[in-house]
């Protein structure tokens, strides 16, 4: 997030995109209430599907899903034909505003809707809506990022943003809510193929010779692969050995038929978990590792919060620390890890990396910090560029409305999106084994609106089957009219019927993040004695 | 900052605030039983009345806003009286069955009858005794024992924006009701338990396997599910998870948590938690010791890199994960084994 979760009580409109709070970002959308409740903030919901949150939203717009671009853009149109910009920011702060306003002629408010479905006069309202407010922030999730289209859908928010002066200050902003507990973390930490620590890139030389010098190794500089291109290079037989730690990719990852096939190719799979999920099953070795309540620690939150984890409870077993047993694997393999415990770690961290520099054990015991935290005395950074950009100043990117990879046909007529339920998370490997979270919700469903139910002679409850080009599951309908005619919505936690058996893993080309948000399939009615939840692959 | 007179002893505080934030500030203790900091307002239960110097008038604290110049005394004998009056009243429709009660160690009305010197059988006795209510896997709800403090249907209302409860009827027979009066499974509670957390008896009671008795220590940490990062105590006793407590100073989420930080953390203690290194043998995964498992590892790992080189190998960390755990293995993956093939699930 540019911004802090206790920044959204002061913006005057809050546009929620592509984020069902209250399922995945709890105590995120009891702030957003609690903002619509004091009467300051107004909300604006644009999403394919209806929310509970839609109850407290002044306007709900409901999109094609897949179409994100177009609306985005059409709104920014309504924005400047109607002098609501920000001509003091857009001078001082952002470049290539011209090119941006010549793309944005195509996105009239008619043609968005005959993209969208939005209505002419609702896009145009809530461009004004947004467009007036003095304070507004941008929230979104992976509604927005989910689709081939998913950088240009950011990059198209934030024109918006910037736009209207809506960054840099409080209440504004755009503001990405982070999914797991630590997916910020693992991302500012270099868990990723393209960059060390605090996105310091690979294939920079400088950075690579600081982190050579560091480790004491030559470092490679051509970035790795990404997880969905890992899978493929299994198959190929290009990666022979994966090393997961905490990760459940045959629940979710998309296409899981092929990320079996491509678990299978592969000469040595080492799982480190701390159940033996569906992925660990099919591991050649399994090291049992420690879960939250028993190490110690740090996560950084969606607004870049570095919060302690402290040890409460001993682990079972003989399961060992997990940084323990990356470190013995590194001495075995003939490399001495010099820091070993986790606060010595994180004192490595701060010296390698300018955004947690000022990060230290001791300053975490009195509360968490938000990076940039550059150095010892800095008290962290609440809101991001309220200055300048990193890049000095914000340059407005022209991205066209391009259609998902895959839209419904005669075969596949339905679109799937996917995405998660407020009592269960991810995988389902914990939450599953919550026994009152376990007994509240026990299998999945698929939502899909009451007239596509009638035409499929569908009740509640029926069972169902779905069907992609990729594969095949047998789950149970829940009729709702959240969902539009033509779109259905399935979960991916419940590992016999993961939505992912039927997802296409076709790629964001830049940021490579897969379009779980659209693929088409076909429904079908499951007669008498097959009602079983299950699964085949095609 | 205006100024006020606490039993004759003068004290500042930030203009807006309570009487009850104004005592608190000084060190000076009030009963309260329907007030929390959570919610706003207060002034039911009257349990915290203190009497304004001069008029006599006895006020409520929780409620009151500090002016400038108010003195009020915390402790003559009309407030004693009062406040006893009060608890008397309350007990005279509350169950005595302490010793049976889940909340008896942490029952906010026993502490201040305590305190206060009330047995609470100083009036007789006369209620109407209600089902125990169990309609769902989290919680469940003894109205035998509310005190129609309000506590949870506010709560509910101002803080989680959700309105599953109401207080339904008055006097002696207001209560607070699921709405429509249905089970509270069937209406539009999303389990946040936050009502089950400032419930000051046993009205509202988590049900095991988390929630069970008291604690010997507490533990401040992190939520593992989301990536809002609520931070809540773990409530630990012999050497097992016994509760979950939020409330933690300057959090984010500050006495809030959802349904899976407050009751889904019992994966912990699962059954079917790794214990023993696995290692695949004919097919199937076996239990072996910890430096047979790791020397695999080393020997197959090293075997691929040096038969087709480092870009064979690939790493997946993980999003739920410690930054420091992240941080070694990437460290691993560049260092030791020389390849970028790093990701996690970020995009999933």
């Known amino acids: 997030m540019t911004n802090s979760i206790s920044d959204l009580e002061k913006a005057d409109v809050l546009l929620l995109t592509g984020t069902n709070t209250s399922e995945n970002h709890p105590v995120i959308a009891e702030k957003i209430k609690q903002a619509v409740l004091s009467g300051r903030t107004k909300l604006l919901i644009i999403d394919p599907r209806e929310i509970s949150l839609s109850r407290f939203a002044v306007m709900h717009l409901r999109p094609r899903p897949g179409t994100d671009v177009a609306w985005i853009n059409g709104m920014a149109r309504v924005i400047l034909d109607e002098g609501l910009e920000d001509g003091g920011f857009i001078e001082s702060r952002t470049e290539g505003y011209e090119e941006l306003r010549r793309a944005l002629e195509e996105y009239t408010p008619q043609r968005v809707e005959e993209i969208s479905g939005i209505p002419a006069r609702d896009l145009t309202r809530a461009a004004r809506m947004y467009g007036k407010a003095k304070r507004a922030a941008i929230l979104y999730a992976m509604g927005i990022t989910q689709h081939i289209s998913g950088t240009d859908n950011v990059s198209a928010l934030a024109n918006l943003a910037m736009l209207t002066g809506n960054l840099g200050r409080e209440g504004t902003g755009v503001n990405p809510l982070r999914g797991q507990n630590n997916v910020q973390g693992a991302c500012d930490l270099g868990a990723l193929p393209n960059v060390f620590t605090g996105y310091q890139k690979v294939d920079d030389v400088e950075a690579n010779e600081k982190f050579s010098a560091a480790w004491g190794r030559e470092l490679p500089r051509e970035p790795g692969l990404s997880i969905v291109e890992m899978m493929g290079a299994a198959q190929r037989g290009d990666v022979r050995a994966l090393y997961i730690l905490g990760e459940n990719p045959m629940v979710t990852d998309p296409d899981v038929g092929h990320v079996k096939q491509a678990m299978e190719s592969l000469d040595l799979l080492v799982v480190q978990d701390i159940f033996l999920t569906e992925t660990a099953a099919l591991a050649g070795v399994v090291l049992p590792g420690v879960c939250f309540a028993e190490k110690e620690g740090t996560f950084t939150n969606t607004e870049r919060r570095v919060q302690r984890v402290h040890k409460a409870v001993d682990p079972p077993g003989e399961a060992w620390q997990d940084l323990e047993i990356i470190a013995e694997l590194a001495r075995r393999m003939g490399y001495a890890m010099p820091a070993t415990s986790a606060e010595e770690i994180m004192r490595e961290i701060a010296s390698l990396t300018p955004s947690y520099g000022g990060i230290s054990y001791a300053r975490l015991e009195e509360g968490g910090l938000q990076w940039p935290c550059p150095d010892a005395d800095h008290p962290g950074t609440s809101v991001l560029h309220t200055q300048a950009f990193p890049r000095g100043r914000g340059k407005f990117a022209v991205v066209e409305y391009l259609p998902p990879d895959e839209l419904p046909d005669e075969e596949y007529p339905f679109i799937l999106s996917t995405g998660r339920l407020l009592y269960h998370f991810h995988s389902g490997s914990m939450t599953r084994r919550s026994r009152s979270l376990e007994e509240k919700v026990g299998q999945g469903w698929v939502g899909i609106n009451p007239r596509d139910a009638r035409k499929l002679k569908l009740k509640e409850g029926s069972a169902v089957r779905l069907t992609s080009r990729r594969g095949s599951l047998i789950s149970h309908a829940h009729i709702t009219p959240q969902l539009q005619p033509g779109s259905v919505f399935a979960t991916f936690h419940f590992a016999a019927e993961t939505a992912n058996i039927l997802t296409n893993p076709a790629l964001d080309p830049k940021s490579k993040i897969p379009d779980l948000k659209v693929c088409a399939v076909r429904l079908e009615r499951v007669g008498g004695g097959e009602g079983d939840a299950g699964a085949t692959a095609t | ?348």
């Open chain 2, 1 to 348: 900052m205006v100024g006020v007179s606490l039993n004759g002893r003068r004290v500042e505080v930030r203009e807006g605030s309570t009487l009850l934030q104004a005592a608190e500030s000084a060190g000076l203790s009030i009963p309260t039983l329907c007030y929390h900091p959570a919610v706003a307002g207060g002034g039911t239960c009257r349990v915290c009345l203190v009497e304004e110097e001069g008029s006599g008038r006895l006020v409520t604290a929780c409620d009151t806003r500090a002016e400038e110049g108010m003195a009020v005394r915390l402790d003559t004998d009309r407030v004693k009286e009062a406040r006893r009056t009060m608890l008397e009243l309350i007990f005279s429709a509350h169950p005595f069955h302490c010793e049976v009660c889940e909340s008896n160690n942490s029952c906010e009305l026993k502490k201040i009858a305590s305190r206060e010197g009330i047995s609470g059988r100083e009036l007789p006795f006369s209620q109407d005794y209600r089902p125990v209510v169990d309609a769902n896997p989290f919680y469940l709800r003894d109205l035998s024992k509310c005190i129609s403090c309000g506590l949870c249907v506010r709560a509910c209302q101002e803080v989680q924006g959700v309105g599953a409860y109401e207080m339904k009827g008055s006097g002696a027979q207001a209560h607070p009701a699921a709405s429509m009066d249905s089970p509270v499974d069937l209406s539009v509670c999303e389990f946040c338990g936050l009502c089950v957390s400032l419930c000051p008896v046993g009205a509202l009671i988590a049900k095991p396997p988390l929630h069970r008795g008291g604690e010997d220590r507490a533990v401040v940490t992190t939520c593992p599910y989301c990536g809002v990062g609520c931070c809540m105590e773990l409530l630990v006793r012999d050497g097992s998870i016994t509760g979950v407590r939020a409330g933690v100073p300057a959090s984010v989420n500050g006495y809030s948590l959802c349904v899976k930080g407050r009751f889904g953390l019992d994966f912990v203690d699962h059954p079917d938690r790794l214990t023993r290194p696995l290692l695949r043998r004919d097919g199937e995964l076996v239990e072996v010791s910890w430096d047979e498992a790791l020397d695999e590892v080393t020997r197959r790992l090293s075997a691929v890199v040096e038969e087709s080189g480092p870009d064979a190998v690939a790493f997946l960390s993980s999003a739920k994960t410690t930054n420091e755990e992240n941080y070694l293995l990437q460290k691993f993956a560049r260092a030791v084994v020389g390849t970028n093939n790093i990701d996690h699930c970020a995009r999933l």
